[in-house]
């Protein structure tokens, strides 16, 4: 008597391998899809979320908003 996987070729076991990496990826994606990650957003963005949710002050945005505002203008212009 023949072992149970004996009677399968190769091109049988590769087409076997290639539906089942098939079905998990569709499934993989099927999953993330459903359930989208929220991006960070920009330090702006993060800012504005503490300061709505009372995290951080008035004063405390306004110094931090002045310093993003410094580094971009750095990051745009270069350091001379």
């Given amino acids: 008597m ?14 076997m391998v290639a539906f089942w990496a098939v079905v998990v990826g569709l499934a993989v ?7 989208p990650t929220q991006g960070a957003g920009d330090a702006r963005t993060t800012l504005d979320g503490r300061l709505a949710s009372g995290e951080i002050g008035p004063e405390t945005y306004r110094s931090l908003v002045g ?3 410094a580094a971009s ?4 212009e270069g350091y001379r």
Avoid at 2 to 15: E, N
């Fill in 2 to 15: 023949l072992p149970w996987c004996a009677q399968m070729s190769a091109g049988g076991w590769v087409t």
């Fill in 29 to 35: 994606w099927a999953v993330s899809r459903m359930f």
């Fill in 67 to 69: 310093e993003l505002d």
């Fill in 73 to 76: 203008t750095v990051a745009k």
